[in-house]
């Protein structure tokens, strides 16, 4: 009964079509993410898997222990950069050239631009340059103490238990951290969310017409008057729908994970999340968040997917089904700058925010109870998995006892 129910969604031209669109479309994200940009010595740019693998050679240079000597180093070296004719000129290929020996330090760079800034929010891509080598010491405190005055000047937004979380994760992060070529992670967590989102929204339209097709078909009285059919037609119906997002979801990701990773390296997978988030309060290393990204993105997948079921099978409509799974992932952008804390706590907790945690890395989304803090990443999973847990025999027992007009 479940290779039936699976042949009906994938034998009909839509679903057959729906394959169709969600390959093209991983391969064209995966195609984006291996786009990867790397300028000679001659000054001239190239892209795509090759240029990936001679910026990693470069790169790897900088590879070690972010300390105080590297620090030094990095600093000294990005003067005497600056101080070259090239980096002088006003010729666009001889600053090419320039460029070419920073980009062997761009993530050193990035950290230090951050950790140096003039406060907690600013960003400038060129602070490195009045950074001095004697100013080396300041760097892992200088991230605490950004933090510690944008907390002060903002006493309102968080709960002075809030604050001491947030500093004390801060200060937990293990120093001094290391640093690698990171590229092939840094794609991963940018185009991830595409990939789920699209695999989710693809996904939830082929079990849309799990329950409803029946309906459709008019043919309701004759499924449910057969000796199975309120019984293990049901359950094949949602085990159908469950495999599917599963199968579906981890086919789409680890093909996209596999070449994106495979292509460009998977080099700083041991590195701190920090590298490239370096706002993040979460102790995670790049690969553990890369984990936790897949583990959310089916976890989501799945979650909207029975909800998608479950709509399916109140309402018999099939568009009805199909358009909820967009609602719940788009509307929530609407009201992403909204100033009220409340209304921020909530969009913090949507099923969307499963299907881009590398975002949620980023966000301070915290939530008190007594004295207790906690980020949304680990609520999260708390608050849908039990989720999922319960819509299934929730799902089964309101189809089986579906009564017919």
């Not at 990171?182 to 996904?203: E, H, N």
């Not at 995670?284 to 968040?289: R, S, V």
Request: glycine letters at 8%; charged letters at 15%.
């Amino acid at each position: 009964m479940l290779k039936f129910e699976l042949q009906k969604i994938l034998g009909r031209p839509s679903g057959k079509a729906a394959l169709v669109v969600l390959a093209a479309a991983i391969l064209l994200t995966t195609f984006f993410a291996c786009n990867v940009r790397y300028v000679d010595q001659a000054g001239q740019t190239h892209t795509g898997p090759a240029a990936a693998r001679q910026l990693r050679q470069q790169q790897k240079t900088w590879a070690g222990v972010l300390d105080e000597a590297m620090l030094r180093q990095v600093l000294l070296t990005n003067q005497e950069v600056q101080a070259s004719p090239e980096a002088q000129s006003e010729d666009v290929t001889r600053q090419n050239m320039a460029y070419h020996q920073m980009q062997a330090y761009e993530v050193l760079r990035d950290l230090i631009n951050q950790a140096y800034a003039s406060d907690f929010q600013t960003y400038d891509y060129f602070t490195i340059d009045t950074v001095t080598p004697d100013q080396a010491p300041a760097f892992y405190p200088n991230r605490v103490r950004l933090l510690q005055d944008w907390l002060a000047e903002n006493p309102d937004r968080f709960s002075p238990a809030q604050a001491d979380y947030l500093t004390a994760q801060y200060q937990a992060l293990e120093a001094p951290f290391s640093v690698d070529y990171v590229t092939g992670w840094q794609q991963f967590y940018d185009y991830a969310p595409t990939v789920s989102m699209l695999t989710c929204l693809i996904a939830c339209f082929l079990v849309a017409g799990i329950f409803s097709q029946e309906g459709t078909l008019r043919a309701e009285a004759v499924f449910f008057a057969t000796r199975h059919g309120r019984g293990r037609g049901t359950g094949a119906k949602i085990g159908a729908g469950l495999l599917l997002l599963t199968l579906l979801y981890w086919w789409a990701f680890l093909v996209f994970a596999g070449l994106t990773l495979g292509l460009l390296g998977a080099d700083g997978g041991s590195c701190p999340v920090q590298v490239i988030h370096w706002k993040s309060f979460y102790s995670l290393t790049l690969a553990q968040g890369g984990l936790l990204i897949a583990l959310g993105g089916w976890l989501g997948t799945v979650v909207l997917g029975l909800i998608t079921m479950a709509v399916s099978a109140k309402t018999g409509s099939v568009a009805l089904a199909a358009i909820l799974p967009f609602a719940l992932l788009f509307l929530p952008a609407l009201l992403l700058n909204s100033e009220h804390a409340l209304v921020s706590q909530i969009l913090g907790l949507l099923p969307d925010q499963l299907l881009q945690l590398n975002r949620v890395f980023t966000y301070f989304n915290l939530y008190q109870a007594g004295d207790a803090v906690a980020g949304a990443c680990p609520l999260l999973f708390a608050l849908y998995v039990p989720l999922a847990l319960v819509l299934i025999p929730l799902l089964y027992q309101s189809y089986r006892r579906k009564s017919l007009r």
